[in-house]
């Protein structure tokens, strides 16, 4: 057994809708959360300054003595996972393989489609995955770059938002898929707008529960469970002020967020391993 | 007569609007562009956060010995240029002054719009800046934090530009503004559909023209301008690899970008004043 937290880190508040899937099938844990909402989004950035990002977050979180990392960020699970874990020797979980098992065992017509940021689309990580759990699926993608901002700006919902879902997904809806996996941790927010105008008969697919599937199943089997008796602490860190976390965190989490504190990653120095 | 290169900067391309201005009012000028492309945008983030992104990449512009320098970005411009003039000794120019003179001069009902990201609008720069020309011109603004985002993604006359435009507008144009500034160096993009949105008779203003009228003056009353028979060399610098910046910048200047290097300004160290 391990009385270590667990580490989560996103881009920004979008991670915590991981969060909230941890907390709800593991609450005996710890957990220390990170959004980097300085330099948030990371769905627009180059893979190394992505990567350069997330070395540097996982150095600040290994730091504070963590048993197991989860990289709540599409972005980062798509281009910087392999890079993390070469240097890190902890459990590192992305969203990305969660994803991709549960859009494999869902699809009933073998056409799946994927919805992300120009990084995780342009890394085509959703598809490898997809394919080297089940060769035979078709995977059709499709970046979506103004879902990020039109959550944030809370138009989930209006003839913007509509317009928008229509002008993305049309190819997606005409190539018949019959399993879209929101490949973006913010996209659930739109998730009326997008299930309604993929219309019927399409499910769609979040990585949220199957990651946090994972990470119980890690714990377990290493022994690093807590007993299920405790009752875990939650812990936030952000690069930019609170304030607009605060702000939007309470509806990403669903519930009020306490202990939010404010740190500079580039004065973190090297990783003590 | 100064040999030195005038220094611009901008969260990431949108400044190159306002660099092509002052080469072509002074063409004889060396220039320092650094786009800051690792952590674009910054009209979303805190002053403080913004400040020390500001800070610096003056260091790093200071340390290359510039002779002016132009914050070519609003938002820096609106929450960060005191303490840059307090930090550093040489001339500094924002967006927003320009900006302000020009829609006061411009303005026949005394009624002026303002538009630009949400750290700009809940600066009030403008309206100070406008009122201290002349107290008797109203001021309403309007932040709208998904224009930048859809001049990147290239959308800026389809159906979703136009729809944003009326409801971001809307209340803008129904006060009778007879002026709207363009305060975010990303609108000139969507100048078409913001100029149809508003209708006739509004006339709009990007600071960029007079922003390099206001340089010329400084650098010929200070007798910092080079000979008029000089042709300068330009020189750019980012943070995120060069090749977005190239894609987009190429459009935002009008003409090709040559000699753009990534930099990472946190390496940088202290400034030698």
């Given at each position: ?55 540097e977050i996982t150095t600040f979180l290994v730091n ?31 969203v990305i393989e969660p994803g991709a098992r549960r ?139 609170p304030a607009g976390f605060l702000k939007v965190g ?24």
């Open positions: 057994m391990s009385w270590k937290a667990i580490g989560i880190f996103d881009s920004g508040v979008g991670g915590l809708t991981v969060l909230k899937e941890i907390i709800k099938s593991l609450p005996q844990e710890d957990t220390l959360y990170l959004g980097d909402t300085a330099r948030v989004p990371y769905g627009t950035k180059s893979p190394e300054t992505v990567t350069r990002y997330a070395m504070r003595d963590i048993k197991l990392l989860i990289a709540a960020c599409n972005t980062v699970s798509a281009v910087s996972l392999e890079a993390l874990k070469q240097r890190f020797s902890l459990p590192i979980v992305g859009a494999a065992s869902v699809t009933k017509t073998g056409k799946v489609g994927v919805i992300g940021t120009e990084g995780t689309i342009r890394s085509s990580a959703y598809t490898k995955a997809i394919k080297r759990i089940n060769p035979e699926i078709e995977v059709i993608t499709r970046a979506c770059p103004l879902f990020v901002p039109l959550a944030e700006e809370g138009w989930i919902d209006n003839d913007v938002a509509r317009l928008t879902a229509e002008i993305y997904l049309r190819g997606l809806k005409n190539d018949g898929v019959d399993t879209l996996v929101l490949g973006c941790t913010h996209y659930p927010i739109l998730r009326e707008t997008i299930a309604t105008t993929m219309g019927e008969g399409v499910q769609l697919v979040d990585s949220a529960e199957e990651t946090a599937r994972t990470v119980a199943e890690i714990l377990r089997n290493s022994c690093m469970i807590r007993p299920p008796a405790e009752r875990g602490n939650h812990h936030y860190f952000v690069t930019d002020v309470n509806r990403f989490l669903g519930e009020t967020l306490h202990d939010v504190h404010q740190v500079v990653l580039e004065k973190e120095g090297c990783v003590a391993q």
